[in-house]
């Protein structure tokens, strides 16, 4: 077992029972982080140290569940398009309530799983430029105007009360790019495991905005902000680029966040359990 080198020794992570937590806990785990896994409902496969079920509205508990942890990372909340209300209470509130109790609770760092759908207006770059980490918020849905609002958090959050905060926006987490737009956003379940290591371990973060994307050939989103905090991702959207040229349509060849920026953005809609990487 590796024992970090950081501060940051025990995390708790928010949404640990979900799909993007699926992909990173064992890899932090390994790395020797002591894992405080919170959810709203169980996990089978949990391996980390602590386990609490437990809503985001919960303020109590969850505060009580943050002692003693150095960190957290924010995964909980709702990952795709939604109606206004459940994101409001969901992923705004949930978000307010998990700086609150890291306050609180005197956590030094929070990483907040922010997304490519808060600035998902912002055309897609002519050839060879790149959208700067913090390019300004161009959301495409109520769902992106949440994860906006999750970086203003934090950004009050780290001004006023002088949390470290680490926004990851994160670009499209699948196993494999689904279409010609993911050979350019792609962040690989392996470079996820190093993007949320980086955050952890990195020195002094202050507040900073990432783009959580892979090393991709055809990638237009910033490497620069990543590189700040330490990670170094490795894989390429492009071995598998013969599976998905031609699997476009204008809107993702238009803007980088794609085919939610059209009239009928993919919803929020199947049960939680069958939804995989679904917040992309
Ligand atoms: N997966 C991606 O490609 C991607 C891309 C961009 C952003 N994100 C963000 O990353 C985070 C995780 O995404 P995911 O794909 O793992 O989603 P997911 O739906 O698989 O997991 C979310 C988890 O949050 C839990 N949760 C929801 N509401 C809660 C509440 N009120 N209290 C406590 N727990 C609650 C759910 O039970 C679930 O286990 C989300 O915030 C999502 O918006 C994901």
Not at 113 to 123: D, E, K, L, R, T
Request: aromatic letters at 8%; a negative charge.
């Amino acid at each position: 077992m590796v024992v970090p080198s950081t501060a940051a020794r025990r995390v708790a992570v928010t949404g640990a029972a979900g799909s993007l937590a699926g992909d990173i806990l064992p890899g932090l785990i390994e790395q020797g982080y002591e894992i405080v896994g919170i959810d709203r409902r169980p996990s089978s496969t949990f391996a980390g140290a602590a386990w609490e079920t437990c809503s985001l509205d919960d303020r109590e508990r969850l505060t009580a569940a943050l002692a003693g942890c150095d960190a957290v990372i924010h995964l909980a909340g709702i990952p795709l398009e939604d109606d206004w209300d459940s994101l409001l209470a969901v992923n705004i509130d949930g978000t307010q309530a998990v700086l609150e109790a890291s306050r609180s609770a005197g956590v030094r760092r929070v990483i907040l799983a922010s997304s490519i759908h808060a600035a998902g207006f912002v055309p897609v770059p002519e050839d060879g430029a790149v959208v700067d980490d913090d390019v300004a918020i161009r959301p495409n849905t109520f769902y992106g105007v949440s994860k906006a609002a999750l970086e203003a958090l934090g950004r009050l959050y780290h001004d006023r009360w002088g949390l470290e905060v680490v926004c990851v926006r994160i670009a499209s987490r699948f196993a494999r790019p689904l279409d010609e737009r993911m050979l350019s956003t792609w962040l690989s379940p392996a470079d996820a495991i190093r993007l949320f290591a980086a955050a952890l371990g990195a020195p002094d973060v202050g507040y900073q905005v990432v783009w959580g994307v892979s090393a991709n050939t055809r990638g237009y989103l910033s490497t620069d902000g990543g590189a700040s905090i330490g990670y170094v991702p490795r894989d390429d959207a492009e071995v598998f680029a013969a599976d998905v040229l031609g699997r476009a349509t204008a809107w993702d060849r238009r803007y980088i966040g794609g085919v939610f920026c059209s009239p009928t953005p993919p919803r929020f809609e199947a049960p939680i359990d069958t939804q995989v990487g679904a917040g992309r």
